[in-house]
């Protein structure tokens, strides 16, 4: 029986370069779930390796179509922006284990729509100044820099991540990356018991 680990962590927490590593390290062990967004494509990004990117129309008649598993909007100063999971036929549960990258609002509609048991949620956490340099320096390499947006994402995430709602997920452990060897070495020794 399959799993669903879920990555999740405030912007800027170092996600997307532990997902990397991880699939690095265990390239036998998961499969992915490419997600979608209709937000812009950012400079370095390729259509169907960090997302598929789509128009709001697009996503629209994926829901219409009853084709979307979970799905949030971000009402950003450049516009809304949705992020979703399409029941694509990417995901065999029968067959793999997977990884992605998750909001907390996500991770619970996937645990509503395959189950408690086979959703295991993963959460990074990063000292918020720390945070807020590493956000500001990705900005500043970006051609166009957004930096309302990440004020807002910054903010947002105070939400997005309560302590209410890790709750709601049964976080039990929460991985610091102050080093980033350090966090990943954690998660594997709980992701991989057997092979302490």
Not at 159 to 175: A, G, N, P, T, V
Request: glycine content about 6%; some cysteine.
């Amino acid at each position: 029986m399959g799993k669903i680990y879920c990555l999740m962590g405030k912007s800027s927490s170092g996600k997307d370069t532990i997902y990397k590593k991880l699939l690095e390290r265990l390239p036998d062990r998961f499969k992915t779930i490419i997600s979608y967004t209709t937000r812009p494509i950012r400079d370095g990004e390729k259509d169907g390796v960090e997302y598929f990117f789509r128009t709001v129309p697009e996503f629209l008649q994926l829901e219409k179509d009853g084709k979307i598993i979970e799905s949030r909007v971000y009402h950003t100063v450049h516009g809304d922006w949705y992020y979703f999971t399409a029941d694509d036929g990417q995901i065999e549960l029968s067959k793999y284990d997977y990884i992605l990258i998750m909001t907390p609002e996500g991770c619970l509609s996937l645990k509503k729509y395959f189950g408690n048991e086979r959703i295991m949620p993963i959460y990074i956490e990063v000292e918020p100044g720390l945070r807020l340099a590493r956000a500001v320096e990705r900005e500043r390499r970006q051609h166009t820099p957004k930096y309302a947006e990440l004020c807002r994402r910054f903010l947002a995430d105070e939400q997005d991540f309560s302590e209410e709602r890790l709750k709601e997920l049964d976080i039990c452990k929460r991985y610091q990356n102050e080093d980033i060897d350090t966090c990943i070495g954690e998660i594997l020794a709980d992701i991989l018991p057997e092979d302490r």
